[in-house]
């Protein structure tokens, strides 16, 4: 009796697996309008980059000048702790440049697909990024960070000035 109870849940536990690698991959959806993001892992990928972004502004607001390192910014910022400051981001690899003119940050996937692009931003904060291979400052802007500082378009609703 014990036996075949066991049977069954090994039994059970095999077509689980085996279901579950046949399973197609849940697609990706937005977190907001307009989010550039393709997968769950570009989405932690660009929060990311703009977590250190923001702590890198909070930083020189503090010290006048930017973090060289990311353990320095886990030090003088309060939104970026030691944690974040490894250099495996799962899919991803960070590599970091900083000092009192600016910084640079590049994150590449381990491996690069229709899901996993690589991205550079620095103290600009803009977003770049290249499908196949490191992005750089040369590299295609993401996306308008801002697009709300856009000035607005007049609709045909609007009067003319007079």
Do not use: W
């Amino acid at each position: 009796m014990k036996r075949a109870i066991l049977r069954q849940l090994v039994l059970g536990a095999a077509l689980a697996v085996l279901a579950s690698a046949q399973a197609p991959p849940i697609p990706y959806k937005q977190k907001f309008p307009g989010d550039p993001a393709r997968s769950e892992a570009e989405a932690s990928a660009l929060g990311y980059m703009r977590t250190v972004v923001s702590a890198q502004r909070e930083y020189r607001k503090k010290f006048g000048r930017y973090a060289g390192s990311l353990y320095a910014l886990a030090g003088g910022a309060r939104s970026f702790t030691k944690r974040m400051a490894r250099t495996d981001r799962g899919d991803y690899t960070v590599s970091f440049g900083g000092g009192k003119g600016g910084f640079a940050l590049k994150l590449t996937p381990k491996q690069f697909d229709s899901a996993h692009r690589a991205f550079y931003t620095d103290a600009s904060g803009v977003i770049r990024y290249e499908d196949e291979k490191p992005a750089s400052a040369d590299s295609p802007v993401l996306k308008q960070e801002h697009p709300e500082s856009e000035p607005a378009k007049p609709s045909s609703n609007d009067a003319a000035p007079k």
